[in-house]
């Protein structure tokens, strides 16, 4: 199937109110199947206000890019911003040069330049994609947005839902509160006001009666841990953070940091006008209203497997990454200015690094080579620890159960530890880091080198 016939299929199956999908910006073009155009926009999240944003083609929510498993892709991205940036493509295990990470994977995109990514999803499910550069303002401030990787045996839903969640900094009018404060970046980050779902308070969207219904939730706040549960107590996780797990769970409640995507499979009701709502704790984040429809289906569609490589345990090696705070500075000095490394990895704040700096690794990996990382949270607040270019195998917890899994984003509680099975079988500078972006910038970040 051609790039056009592929997203006029793609189309077909939107439902009312849903992301709007990304078309070619130039049809007759053989360059590159999609182009985002980085600029201002003014956009509406609030009834009767405007928000000053940074957007992607011109509004929010950002347009979802829709590629396919094993097939290439190519995106040209065009900074008309007064400052430079890059896109990171979270969760996908792509080769370095393509991953987004300024002087580490590429030189920033300045102002007014442009730079083409190019790369072959090896694995389908939800990502997105979003800046590596003054990230608190640029994801902040609405540069965030889906990838969706389409099954090679794409799995027959009646609907496929992408839920991007976002709170906005926000007043009633739309202007901008501060989008961080040194008092919050070092406890848990500086919350949004305005909780939304595809910009929208508590949007509804109609669903076929009776249909199978995949639901897409993308956590793309700089902050906010949702706690996701549902009216209907059949919902069922069908896949974490991008990957199908191979038996679905019943959605009891499920922690959503910042970077972490959860896959939904649930029945529509067959009566017309029923609903099933989605929370964030007691708040409603979203609804599904059943319409009349066609629909057939008795069962929710089972998701392929991705081919994540698989560990060897037996001749792994253990490393031990410690996150705590630099015990040794304050946060704030008497004359009132901000020490920004707080946060440390193994005693180890990030350096920072420019063209021809480059700080050392946190650890040098041996490719091919099978590593246990032994994630340890020192601290009272949560981190969703990230890394590039690779898949855990998310094995056990010191807190509580864990069926294996896989995660690009692994979720610390209070003191929690967690041990994650890594396959270094992409070679280069992989960034890792907390993904609550304020923790990022106060020094939770670094990075990991395969070779």
Request: glycine content about 6%; overall charge negative.
């Amino acid at each position: 199937m051609n790039r056009r016939n592929f997203i006029k299929s793609s189309m077909a199956i939107a439902i009312v109110g849903a992301l709007p999908q990304l078309i070619l910006a130039k049809q007759s073009s053989t360059e590159f199947d999609y182009e985002l155009i980085i600029a201002p926009a003014d956009v509406n999240i609030v009834p009767g206000g405007s928000t000053p944003a940074l957007s992607f083609n011109g509004g929010y929510p950002s347009p979802v890019i829709r590629a396919k498993q094993h097939q290439p892709v190519r995106i040209r991205v065009i900074n008309q911003l007064k400052e430079p940036t890059t896109i990171h493509w979270h969760g996908l295990r792509i080769p370095i040069d393509m991953d987004g990470v300024p002087f580490l994977s590429q030189m920033p995109i300045m102002p007014g330049d442009t730079f083409d990514y190019e790369f072959t999803p090896p694995d389908a499910g939800t990502f997105w994609y979003h800046p590596h550069m003054n990230s608190i303002e640029q994801l902040g401030k609405g540069l965030v947005g889906a990838l969706i990787v389409e099954e090679a045996e794409k799995p027959d839903f009646d609907a496929d839902l992408v839920l991007c969640m976002k709170n906005w900094h926000i007043k009633d009018d739309g202007s901008f509160t501060a989008l961080t404060s040194p008092q919050n970046a070092f406890r848990m980050g500086t919350p949004g006001r305005i909780m939304t779902i595809n910009g929208e308070m508590h949007p509804t969207y109609d669903v076929p009666a009776g249909g199978a219904i995949r639901i897409r939730f993308l956590n793309v706040d700089n902050t906010l841990v949702y706690d996701v549960n549902s009216t209907d107590p059949d919902a069922q996780i069908i896949a974490i953070d991008g990957n199908p797990i191979e038996q679905p769970i019943t959605l009891e409640n499920h922690l959503m940091a910042p970077g972490m995507r959860l896959d939904l499979g649930v029945m529509s009701s067959k009566e017309v006008g029923k609903s099933i709502t989605f929370k964030h704790k007691n708040k409603p984040l979203v609804t599904l209203r059943s319409v009349a429809s066609t629909a057939t289906f008795h069962s929710l569609p089972a998701l392929p497997l991705n081919p994540i490589p698989e560990p060897d345990l037996n001749n792994a090696e253990t490393i031990k990454f410690a996150f705590e705070w630099n015990a040794n500075i304050t946060p704030i000095h008497k004359d009132g200015k901000v020490n920004y490394n707080f946060w440390t990895m193994n005693r180890r704040s990030w350096e920072g690094m420019s063209k021809g700096n480059i700080p050392a690794p946190l650890a040098q990996l041996e490719r091919g080579k099978t590593y246990l990382f032994e994630l340890s949270n020192l601290t009272q607040y949560h981190h969703p620890i990230h890394i590039h270019g690779h898949t855990f195998t998310v094995l056990k917890s010191n807190k509580k159960a864990i069926t294996p899994f896989h995660s690009d984003t692994v979720l610390l509680g209070k003191n929690e530890t967690v041990i994650a099975a890594l396959v270094a079988d992409n070679p280069g500078r992989w960034m890792y880091h907390c993904h609550i972006i304020e923790h990022l910038k106060t020094g939770f970040m670094g990075y990991v080198e395969v070779s």
